[in-house]
Antibody, heavy 117, light 107 residues
Framework: QVKLVESGGAVVQPGRSLRLSCAAS????????MHWVRQAPGKGLEWVAF????????YYADSLKGRFTISRDNSKSTLFLQMNSLRDEDTTVYYC??????????WGQGTTVTVSS | EILLTQSPDFQSVTPKEKVTITCRAS??????LHWYQQKPDQSPKLIIK???QSFSGVPSRFSGSGSGTDFTLTINSLEAEDAATYYC?????????FGGGTKVDIK
């Protein structure tokens, strides 16, 4: 069945970098767009970034532009999120999700990033 | 950025009751409105897309309606397993945005 498994979450100091991964299985990864969405503890959902099926088109939340970079390796069915200059407010659960540009059809279980000195 | 306002924030409901959640957009978004269910300690799941289309495998007691700026998610005959937080999301324009969520609790 369709499965997305995030990894890479960790406790990091402010200003450091971290790369998250999302391993896909059970579907043709290279045919689907992908998203990252995050959720702070006890809070709502915040869309982070989108990448088209072939990696050609990428879009970001305005507040994150310049610090976060979304990418994918279709040969390995894996999605990435490179996060630089991490701040306290980046402490959230990060979800990857597959679908089109408009809907997030299937979600992973999430990986937790904690930014703390 | 398109703002989505959900109401109510919280609803406590008896099993078999009908639940209605509304989502209002800050501008006309046509039918580019989707609903997600997030149960405690789980990731969100898509339940309704494009305002009224049920996603695969979703029970028929869930339905959606609306267009333009006002949308509704209805759960007919609530079951205990429906205890969750429900979010609307718009895709009319980037950035994609979500409503603040409506928590449905079972009495």
């Amino acid at each position: 069945q369709v499965k997305l498994v995030e990894s890479g979450g960790a406790v990091v100091q402010p200003g450091r970098s971290l790369r998250l991964s999302c391993a896909a299985s059970g579907f043709t990864f290279s045919s689907y767009a992908m998203h990252w969405v995050r959720q702070a503890p006890g809070k709502g959902l915040e869309w982070v970034a989108f990448i088209s099926y072939d990696g050609t088109n990428k879009y970001y939340a305005d507040s994150l532009k310049g610090r976060f970079t979304i990418s994918r390796d279709n040969s390995k069915s894996t999605l990435f999120l490179q996060m630089n200059s991490l701040r306290d407010e980046d402490t959230t659960v990060y979800y990857c999700a597959s679908g089109g540009i408009e809907t997030l059809d299937v979600w992973g279980q999430g990986t937790t990033v904690t930014v703390s000195s | 950025e398109i703002l989505l306002t959900q109401s109510p924030d919280f609803q406590s409901v008896t099993p078999k009751e009908k639940v209605t959640i509304t989502c209002r957009a800050s501008q006309n978004i046509g039918n580019s409105l989707h609903w997600y269910q997030q149960k405690p300690d789980q990731s969100p799941k898509l339940i309704i897309k494009y305002a009224s289309q049920s996603f695969s495998g979703v029970p028929s007691r869930f339905s959606g309606s609306g267009s333009g700026t006002d949308f509704t998610l209805t759960i007919n005959s609530l079951e205990a397993e429906d205890a969750a937080t429900y979010y609307c999301q718009q895709s009319s324009s980037l950035p994609l945005t979500f409503g603040g969520g409506t928590k449905v609790d079972i009495k």
